[in-house]
């Protein structure tokens, strides 16, 4: 009976979490993109990043993303440096919605928490989004800053050593796709 109920509990966190999106006239994939694309550096906004961070299909996130940018939220740009890859960024208006919205619901489910229950929480969700994601397939993503590839100098400039290219403050600060954890499992 327990496991039934714990089920339940997490599925009902789950759907609440993800319906925040209807508050702000969106579909729930819809406002989750939208959080990706505000916390995924330069290298992951692109749709296979996306792809990967909902885990569901090219086409459903086609769709997802001919919305946002109907609405006016998302814009598509080609890649200076390479024609084939289309970066996708939120535009003025889908800055400002998520802005309105920084004390959003989960925030607010969090902050029921003391600051240890936040930190076990966290350790305990992930836990289990990294096994399931280990299991299916799925792609982790993480901190630029937490990567093995992840290199800063004693001037403070960083640089990503798979990559090959510069980064900046706010880039070692957001997720990416091709991060490896630079922490050693026990």
Not at 145 to 151: A, L
Request: net charge negative; proline share 2%.
């Amino acid at each position: 009976m327990t496991v039934s109920r714990d089920i339940d509990i997490l599925s009902r966190f789950a759907r609440i979490i993800a319906a925040e999106g209807y508050t702000h006239g969106l579909q729930p994939v819809q406002w989750q993109a939208l959080r990706f694309l505000d916390t995924a550096n330069r290298f992951s906004r692109t749709a296979k990043g996306l792809t990967a961070w909902l885990g569901q299909t090219k086409g459903s996130v086609s769709q997802t993303l001919i919305a946002l940018e109907s609405k006016g939220l998302i814009e598509r740009e080609i890649d200076c440096d390479d024609a084939r890859v289309l970066r996708l960024n939120l535009t003025r208006t889908g800055r400002a919605l998520l802005a309105d919205s920084q004390t959003g619901l989960p925030e607010r489910m969090l902050s029921h928490l003391s600051s240890g229950e936040h930190a076990q929480f966290i350790i305990f969700v992930q836990t289990m989004l990294l096994a399931e994601l280990h299991k299916s397939g799925g792609t982790p993503f993480g901190l630029c800053r937490d990567c093995r590839h992840f290199i800063s100098d004693s001037n403070g400039r960083h640089h990503c050593a798979l990559l090959q290219v510069q980064l900046n403050d706010l880039d070692a600060e957001m997720i990416c796709i091709e991060q490896e954890s630079s922490l050693v499992e026990a």
